[in-house]
């Protein structure tokens, strides 16, 4: 009975079309092969875009806590400003200064867009030269000027920081800030403070070439008068 069955078994066999059934399974291994290569590399660029997006709100958030740290400096340099010139005091002053900013130690710059890191990575660079500038002339100028220069240059610093912080999200597709009740102004105020800044400033060189002005005018008169050798 066995070898009737083997008999039979092996007709089977003989009528297989062997170059067909090979290359049915050879296709479908090839398929099989580039799907889970396909599945992989997919995974492997979920997984990278994910931790892109993680590194970028790392920079982002750190961003927009530092321009909190300089609103708050600006109402510290306007109160200190308010205390020096009430009570003369220079040491008010003091306790105002441009805040330091540095990067968290953890960022994965490789995962951000070379374009967006070269813009982060200067930024650190020009706020230290921003404090450098200001620590330089910090103990021989008037404290009430300082403190305006400080509360300036610290809302130009968190203006700047929210503008690199909103770049980097757009850039990485991460969602958008979403400021609370207390930072709701935050960009207003800065624009605000900047631009009635700017508009001291304009008032301040208005002033002191109106001053400067008329001396010109009496040096020359006071020259051209008989018996007064004219000034060159």
Known sequence: MW??????ASALLTQVDWPNWLAIAGTSSAISAIV?????????????RRERCDAALEVAISLEGYARVCRAMMHRAQWARDEATRSGNREAAQSAMLPAFV???????????????????????????????????SEFRDPAVFCDEVSFESAKAARDALALARETRKKHRCVPWRPGAKDADLS??????????????VESVKQRTSVAVPAEASATLLGSEPGNPRIA
């Open 3 to 8: 070898q009737a069955q083997w008999q039979q």
């Open 188 to 201: 207003r105020e800065l624009l605000t403070l900047i631009a009635r800044a700017e508009e001291k400033r």
């Open 36 to 48: 889970v290569l396909a599945m992989q590399g997919l995974k492997e660029r979920i997984t990278a």
């Open 103 to 137: 990067y968290p130690e953890k960022i994965q710059w490789r995962r951000l867009s070379h374009r967006v890191v070269s813009d982060l990575r200067d930024f650190p660079a020009r706020i230290h030269a921003g404090r450098e500038d200001l620590n330089s002339f």
